[in-house]
């Protein structure tokens, strides 16, 4: 800064050339701030669709609640604590694990015994010799409490683990949270179905939709037969989707709706069939 002596004078030359008045400085411009966050350079990568992580059949359920609840069971892994998973949470999943196998078993058992009572009966009827009846099967309660539902308790977890911000894909693999790959081929054939869309009691247009697993959203574009065509309605990630919008009271008008699934902010799959509904003010 200068002297309080040379403030005086209308302008004063620093030494370096910079010029100062008494009340402002006209020097060169200082630099810009550095910003307060660097953007991350790194580009997201494009990952493939995948498959629900939760199996579809029956049969395939059981061993993959074994390897959900194992996993978060294990301290060494610490999944539990990574991704705040309650401890009475896990113990609500092993309970249930253990009904879920008892009575698996018990069902395999009894197809069997079913089977051999049915040789049984055959042989009682026209064979020969010496038979001996089948023993019926037992059930065996496991002992821990018992509570319905235990599949859509281990669902629920999956998808807070899956949505954690800390979230490791391979995590996820250990866990089986990730389902397979939906190869290019079959992606093609990812159409959203709306034809079950309907008119609510308002009589706004609810579009019906279903996801592909719990990560799916869906694009929509509505054409509201005015003239200005197809335009970008909504971008909906909970089906359903209900349009907030009406015709001029006393006006009825035509909408027409399509909609394609996206994945990763990308659209995937194809477009669905355009749905017309008649929509009145």
Do not use: C
Not at 191 to 215: F, I, M, N, Q, Y
Request: net charge neutral.
């Amino acid at each position: 800064m200068p002297n309080p002596e040379d403030i005086e004078n209308p302008l004063w030359n620093d030494p370096r050339g910079i010029r100062w008045n008494q009340f402002y400085w006209n020097g060169p411009p200082a630099p810009p701030p550095p910003p307060l966050s660097t953007p991350s350079q790194t580009k997201k990568h494009k990952t493939m669709p995948k498959q629900p992580f939760m199996p579809r059949t029956e049969s395939a359920k059981p061993p993959w609640l074994d390897r959900l609840v194992d996993a978060l069971q294990n301290t060494s892994k610490g999944y539990a604590t990574k991704y705040n998973v309650p401890a009475a949470t896990i113990t609500a999943l092993d309970n249930g694990r253990q009904w879920v196998n008892a009575i698996t078993n018990y069902l395999a058992a009894v197809r069997a015994s079913s089977q051999s009572l049915t040789a049984f009966k055959n042989q009682l009827f026209t064979g020969g010799g010496a038979i001996t009846p089948p023993v019926a099967p037992v059930f065996t309660a496991p002992g821990v409490p018992l509570a319905a539902g235990v599949f859509t308790l281990a669902g629920s977890v999956g998808v807070q683990i899956k949505d954690a911000v800390n979230y490791a894909e391979a995590d996820g693999r250990d866990m089986g949270l990730e389902g397979a790959v939906i190869a290019p081929a079959l992606a093609s054939l990812a159409v959203p179905d709306l034809s079950k869309s309907r008119l609510t009691s308002g009589g706004h247009p609810e579009v019906v939709w279903a996801k592909l697993h719990a990560h799916t959203a869906i694009k929509l574009m509505v054409d509201r037969g005015d003239g200005h065509g197809e335009i970008f309605l909504a971008i909906d990630t909970v089906p359903n989707y209900i349009d907030t919008m009406l015709p001029a009271r006393g006006a009825t008008a035509i909408w027409t709706y399509r909609g394609i699934y996206m994945e990763n902010d990308e659209e995937f799959g194809q477009w669905s069939q355009p749905f017309q509904i008649t929509v009145r003010g």
